[in-house]
C-alpha cells in the first residue's frame, strides 16, 4: 500500500500538466490544421516569417504560390501560414 501512496503525487503532476499543457496544444495545432487546409485563391496570409501576401494558387502537394508585390510570386509551404489576415467569399 505505501508503494502506491508514492505514485499518487506523480500522478496528479501529470494529470495537472497534460490538462494545463498538452490538451491545449493539441486543439491548437488541429484548428491550425483546419485554417491550412480552408485556404483558397484570394486569401490574404501572413507566413511564419512574417511575409504578407494574396494567395494566388494552392497546389495538391502542400505548396502555395503567394504573390507578395505586383507580379512578385513566391512559392510557400502551406504548413508555415501563419495566419490569414482575411478570406475570401466562396465562389458560386
Known sequence: MAGIEQFI???????????????PQQKKVKEHAAMVKALRRGDQV?????????VVKVKDDGELEVEVADG?????????????MSKTEPAK
Do not use: W
Open 46 to 54: 501572413v507566413t511564419q516569417g512574417g511575409i504578407i501576401g494574396k
Open 9 to 23: 503525487p506523480l500522478i496528479l503532476i501529470f494529470a495537472i500538466m497534460y490538462f494545463l499543457l498538452i490538451r
Open 72 to 84: 512578385v510570386k513566391i512559392r510557400v509551404i502551406q504548413s508555415t501560414i501563419a495566419t490569414v
